[in-house]
C-alpha cells in the first residue's frame, strides 16, 4: 500500500552507489556485532580475532564495491566461526554413548550436519521470516534487496536487515539455549545426512527465540529500552526514512 516507499526502494536499488552504501552499513554492523558477542561470550576472548574483526569492520565500511564486501563478510565469517565454539559451554554433558554433541569445528550448511549448526540454520530461518513479514506490513518488497541479489521466492531485503541481527538475536538465542540447558544432545535426530532437532527440540528453541526477541535493549540512537522484535520494525523504519531522503544515512543497529 505504500507506494512511495516502495518506489524510494527501488530507485535505491537500482542506483549502484547507494546500494553499495547500504551493503557496506549492513556488513560492517554485522561484523561489529560479532565481534561484541566473542568479547562478551568467549571464555578467553582470542585477541588477535577480536583486532581482525575490528579492522574487517572498517574495511567493510569503505569497501569499493559488492564482491569486495561479499570477501571482507567471508573473511570476518571465517574469522568468527572459527572462535564460535569458544562460546559454547554447554548445561548438559553428553553421555558416553550418546550420538550428538555440542562440538563445533566450523560453520555447514546445506545440510547442517551437527547440532551447533541445526540451531543456526533454524534461528536464521526464523529470523529472515520475521524481517520479511515486518518489511511487508510496512510497506517495503521484501524480496528486493541492496545487497542481496534478487531470485525467485528469496526475501532479499530481508536478508538485508538480517546481517546487523544474526549475531544479536540468532547466534546469541542459540548460545543462551545450548548454555542454559534449555536444548539438550537428545534433542537432535539424523535425517539423512542431515541433523535437525526433534519435534519436542523444535518447540523449546522456538520458545527461546520468542523470548530473545522479547528481550529489552536500549536503542542507541533513541535512547529508551525496547523489545528486540520492536527494534527490527525500527531499524526497518529508519531504512525507509534514509530511503525517502527523511534522514542522510541509515544507521545500522550495533551494541557495545
Not at 554413548?97 to 530461518?125: C, K, Q
Request: proline share 7%; aromatic share 10%.
Amino acid at each position: 500500500k505504500n507506494v512511495a516507499l516502495r518506489m524510494a526502494q527501488y530507485r535505491a536499488a537500482f542506483d549502484p552507489a547507494r546500494s553499495l552504501a547500504l551493503a557496506r552499513s549492513f556488513v560492517a554492523a554485522k561484523i561489529r556485532n560479532c565481534r561484541t558477542l566473542l568479547m562478551r561470550n568467549h571464555a578467553d576472548p582470542p585477541a588477535e580475532a577480536i583486532a581482525s574483526l575490528l579492522q574487517l569492520s572498517k574495511d567493510a565500511q569503505a569497501a569499493p564495491g559488492l564482491p569486495a564486501l561479499l570477501g571482507i563478510e567471508g573473511n570476518a565469517g571465517r574469522i568468527y566461526f572459527g572462535a564460535f565454539a569458544g562460546m559454547l559451554k554447554p548445561r548438559h554433558a553428553p553421555s558416553d554413548d550418546a550420538m550428538w554433541r555440542f562440538d563445533f569445528e566450523g560453520r555447514n550448511r546445506r545440510p547442517p550436519r551437527d547440532p551447533v549448526n541445526a540451531l543456526l540454520s533454524f534461528a536464521y530461518s526464523m529470523l529472515v521470516k520475521e524481517l520479511a513479514v515486518t518489511a511487508q506490513v510496512i510497506g517495503f518488497d521484501p524480496y528486493l534487496g541492496f545487497y542481496h541479489q534478487p531470485h525467485y521466492g528469496r526475501p532479499a531485503l530481508a536478508l538485508d536487515v538480517m546481517e546487523e541481527f544474526r549475531p544479536l538475536v540468532a547466534d546469541s538465542v542459540v548460545l543462551t539455549a545450548v548454555n542454559t540447558g534449555v536444548i539438550s544432545p537428545d534433542d537432535f535426530v539424523a535425517s539423512g545426512p542431515a541433523v535437525a532437532l526433534t519435534s519436542a527440540g523444535r518447540k523449546k528453541f522456538i520458545q527461546a527465540f520468542e523470548s530473545r526477541l522479547s528481550s529489552e535493549i536500549t536503542h542507541p540512537i533513541f535512547g529508551y529500552r525496547i523489545s528486540y522484535r520492536r527494534v527490527l520494525e525500527v531499524q526497518l523504519r529508519l531504512l525507509g526514512r534514509a530511503l525517502s531522503g527523511e534522514i542522510a544515512d541509515y544507521p545500522a543497529f550495533t551494541t557495545r
